[in-house]
C-alpha cells in the first residue's frame, strides 16, 4: 500500500528557511508526479510544485525563485528547500502523487511569524 509521509515543517520567522521531506513508502517502482501543495484555514488546497520522473518541474508564480524542489526516484523521494519564507506562506503542506488514484500525505505545518 503507497502512503506519503511528509516531515520538516515549523514555526520561523519572516525571511528565515525550511526545508520540507515527502517519502513514498510501500512501492519498488517509480512514481510518476509527485508534488507540494498547501492549504489554509477555509481555502482549497493550492498547488506549491510539481515535478515529474522525467525532471518537469512547475512552480506556482508566489514561490518561484524562492522555493527549490529537488527529486530522488531512485527512493521516491521528494524535498521542498523554502527560503526567504514570508508569513503569506503560513500552510499545512501536502505530499501528492497520482497512480491509479489520489494518494495525499497527512501533511506538515509551516508557520512564518511577521
Known amino acids: 500500500q503507497l502512503r506519503l509521509e511528509e516531515s520538516g515543517g515549523g514555526l520561523v520567522r519572516t525571511g528565515d528557511s525550511l526545508r520540507l521531506s515527502c517519502v513514498a513508502y510501500?512501492?519498488?517502482?517509480?512514481?510518476?508526479?509527485i508534488s507540494w501543495y498547501r492549504q489554509t484555514p477555509g481555502n482549497e488546497r493550492e498547488l506549491v510544485v510539481s515535478?515529474?520522473?522525467?525532471?518537469?518541474?512547475h512552480y506556482t508564480n508566489s514561490v518561484r525563485g524562492r522555493f527549490i524542489v529537488s527529486r530522488d526516484n531512485a527512493k521516491n523521494t521528494l524535498s521542498l528547500q523554502m527560503n526567504n519564507l514570508k508569513p503569506e506562506d503560513t500552510a499545512v503542506y501536502y505530499c501528492?502523487?497520482?497512480?491509479?488514484?489520489?494518494?495525499w500525505g497527512q501533511g506538515t505545518q509551516v508557520t512564518v511569524s511577521s
Open positions: 501528492y502523487t497520482l497512480w491509479g488514484e489520489d494518494y
Open positions: 510501500g512501492v519498488n517502482f517509480k512514481l510518476g508526479i
Open positions: 515535478t515529474t520522473e522525467d525532471g518537469y518541474t
